[in-house]
């Protein structure tokens, strides 16, 4: 029994030095900008101990389970299956963690159950990074492997979940036939005292292995407190990297991989008739009554530009960086910029969604993700199809990539052009396909060609601004980012200008946003409103006049604007507004990632973090009006995909 207590024990403690190690490299590898001190290094697994017990624990069951079976049954093969079984658990450890410390220093949250959501296209996911960094990366991956397995062998030593090895009297003495019989009743009796004696024991081994089952439990639980193990018991810094850098990456991924089908259940902040009356409140019933006519036709062709996260850190006119977007600047007094406008999310599978279906991004799942989700929304295409448009989709890169092929074609676009469209010559000349330089006049090539009247609408989402940032323009040759949103706005510029002297101008609605924004300069966080910031811009020979509607809205708000400038319904897009109409009298925004969420309106903006449940910025005045009605919106969001 102790021989089987101390390697339950190695075991469980193996896996917990692997957790604690790994925190100062995650700080380490992702600190930079973050004013870490030496107590911070201290702190950080003083207060992830909690979850890495929980993890530890989850991990170290099955062991418990086959340890506490031998004492009574003798298990075949019983090492090697425990080779196995640690082999396994240690290559999926090390591909966790270090995919955790690599990803964050792009998206900034720990993993979860996002990750899932981009497993089955792993070409585009390398598309963001070297081959150097992915051989890098595979290295650690394999150097953790072997250590934690060299670990769990050794903390199990050589004996493991053996029976307990029997001692058998000699057989075959030949003095045995005429032993005495008081030799053999004595014989006897001790025989049966020591079987009693061996049940005994392997009875209070068993209580034993139970009990040390109730400690296993009580760590999985988290503790014997009212509330179970979960992410936010770690947090406890008002740095949000410290509270990041103590979550169990292994323990966030499977625990939002558990909350990830039951929609419904998500984010159940209120009962149902006070979430109904906070969500009322908002008024985003929006109908298109007296709304300011920006056009001066009602059926204009309508050209979507979706900018591959051109953030408002790239506007000079919404307090970004001035030098990076001159050609933009310039048409934003050419047309109608929207000045208060926020990003739904920060990735393109959900920006894509809520821009086009007027749908709002969710915390812990991509609704492009789900076919039988995203073919019940409405979208622009659609409701231009059924009033007489043409409709297509262009891409430079994999459709294909996070379903969004699937999606399009189920919301009404009636072509999607993607990489495999172009010349198989040019279909890298970025690593997420084809180059904006190229998409552009590819562009040009499709609107310029349309000259049979029907009225025609083209989404384009454009790629180059993405990790790795590698474009063919060296404008800003020290700062790669600034560099590729220059290119894109280069791009943009030049297009513009080639499409105003065409025919095709004169009727042309072009409305230009981003799919999101991103974390720059890199010491910019989520609590800063700049993060969500985006600009919208209205232009084109369709256009009535310049001017700028500074009313706070989200990107999901463009379909009921657009459909309601064109007379056309908009009931359909529950979540979508009309910015323009009277009825807009709540002007408000709400931005999503993975574990939080950050609400806008006239009073000012709170940030939110779902995990631990705490207020992370609240300005300039606190508001439980504004929280309120920020969980209000996501439980709403979530129920109605759950209805879906």
Known sequence: MRQRLLILFRIFLAFVVVFVAMKPVFMLYNGAGHGLTWTDWLAVPAHGLTLDLTTAAYLTALPWLALTISLWIRIPWARQMFTAYAAVVSILLAFILIGDTCLYSFWNFKLDATVFTYLDSPGDITASISLGYLLASLSAVILLAGLTFWLLRHAAGLKTFGAIKKTNTPTGNPSAATENPVTATVKTETAHRETGFRLIKKLTATIVFLLAGGLLFLAIRGGVGKSTANVGKVYYSSNQFLNHAAVNPAFSLFYSAGKMEDFASQCDFFPEHERARTFASMQYDTTSVACDTLLRTRRPNVLVIIMEGFGGMFVESLGGRPDIAPNFERLLTEGVFFTNCYANSFRTDRGVVSTLSGYPALTTTSVMKLPDKSRTLPSIASSLA???????????????????????????????????????????????????????????????????????????????????????????????????????????????????????????????????????????????????????????????????????????????????????????????????????????????????????????????????????????????????????FLQTSFDDLGAR
Request: with cysteine; glycine share 8%.
């Open 386 to 632: 059924t009033a007489g448009y043409r409709t297509d989709f262009l891409y430079g890169g994999d459709v294909n990539f996070t379903n969004m092929n699937s999606y399009l074609l189920a919301t009404g676009y009636q072509r999607v052009y993607g990489d495999t469209d172009f010349p198989a010559d040019v279909r890298r000349t970025h690593d997420w396909g084809v180059t904006d330089r190229i998409t552009f006049d590819r562009l040009f090539e499709m609107v310029t060609s349309r000259r049979d009247g029907k009225p025609w609408h083209t989404a384009f989402l454009t790629l180059a601004s993405h990790e790795p940032w590698k474009v063919p323009y060296n404008r800003i040759p020290t700062d790669e980012k600034a560099n590729a949103m220059a290119y894109l706005d280069d791009c943009l510029g030049r297009f513009v200008e080639r499409l105003r002297h065409t025919p095709q101008w004169h009727d042309l609605l072009l409305v230009c946003l981003p799919d999101h924004g991103i974390l720059y300069p890199d010491t910019l966080t989520e609590v800063h409103p700049l993060r969500n910031h985006i600009p919208m811009l209205w232009l084109g020979g369709a256009v009535k006049a310049p001017r700028r509607i500074d009313k706070i809205c989200n990107q999901s708000d463009l379909p009921a604007t657009l459909l309601g400038q064109l007379g056309l319904p908009h009931g359909q897009f529950r979540f979508s507004r009309d910015v323009t109409s009277q009825t807009y009298r709540y002007p408000c925004a709400i931005s999503v990632w993975g574990s939080g969420m950050a609400f806008y309106d006239e009073s000012g903006f709170t940030v939110f973090d779902l995990n631990s449940g705490q207020t992370l910025a609240d300005k300039p005045q606190p508001s439980a009006q504004r929280l309120d009605r920020a969980k209000a």
